[in-house]
């Protein structure tokens, strides 16, 4: 069965900086491309970032990029998310989720990043 | 990249039909057949429905169907049941390693 566990969420003041995890099971981890999408309450999902499976790419939204940075440990099997300068706006549930070619196909349970003083 | 258009809302009674409509543009489900279909009940995680226009995943009822014409892809619920009472979402491909969603609809059985 996959499994995707996110840990690492919590409260962080505006400017600050966290690091989400997800750890994958059930599946051949380095095979997969991954990806992580954010909600915010009462919100549409939001594509956010992706890698592939040797970290020779990643891609990331506008609204992330240059404060965000993906990376995944194969021998860990743990998809990371480093989120620098946040923002009250970045608050939201972050899901880690497996690549299917052209999409998602397997979603973690989400961690809350709240960004407030 | 902007998100793709979805009507906020839906509804139908048990056993009837409901259409989801998500409009994007000749950059995104105009140019792939990479869209995918997702269902979020309250306070859970995503769920794939379709995947690659209208192909189903194992487990997902055949009452769930996709299909695409141009730049606007469809979701269909057939034979409604209170269970399919959630929000849906689609997403594509966009180019580039890229991705974009749908803002999402929710789906009430009446």
């Known amino acids: 069965e996959v499994q995707l566990v996110e840990s690492g969420g919590g409260l962080v003041q505006p400017g600050g900086s966290l690091r989400l995890s997800c750890a994958a099971s059930g599946f051949t981890f380095n095979s997969h491309w991954m990806h992580w999408v954010r909600q915010a309450p009462g919100e549409g999902l939001v594509w956010v970032s992706l890698i592939n499976t040797d970290e020779s790419i990643t891609t990331y939204a506008g609204s992330v990029k240059g404060r965000f940075t993906i990376s995944r440990d194969n021998a860990k099997n743990t998809l990371y998310l480093r989120m620098n300068s946040l923002r009250a706006e970045d608050t939201a549930v972050y899901y880690c989720a497996r690549h299917l070619v052209g999409g998602i196909d397997y979603w973690g349970q989400g961690a809350l990043v709240t960004v407030s003083s | 990249q902007s998100a793709l258009t979805q009507p906020p809302s839906a509804s139908g009674s048990p056993g009837q039909s409901v259409t989801i409509s998500c409009t994007g543009t000749?950059?995104?489900?105009?140019?792939?057949?990479?869209v995918f279909w997702y269902q979020q009940h309250p306070a859970k995680a995503p769920k794939l429905m379709i995947y690659e226009v209208s192909q189903r995943p194992s487990g997902v009822p055949d009452r769930f169907s996709g299909s695409k014409s141009g730049n606007t892809a469809s979701l269909t619920v057939s034979g409604l049941q209170a269970e399919d009472e959630a929000d849906y979402y689609c997403?594509?491909?966009?180019?580039?390693?890229?991705?974009?969603f749908g803002t999402g609809t929710k789906v009430t059985v009446l």
């Open positions: 000749s950059s995104d489900v105009g140019a792939y057949n990479f």
């Open positions: 997403s594509s491909y966009a180019g580039n390693n890229n991705y974009v």
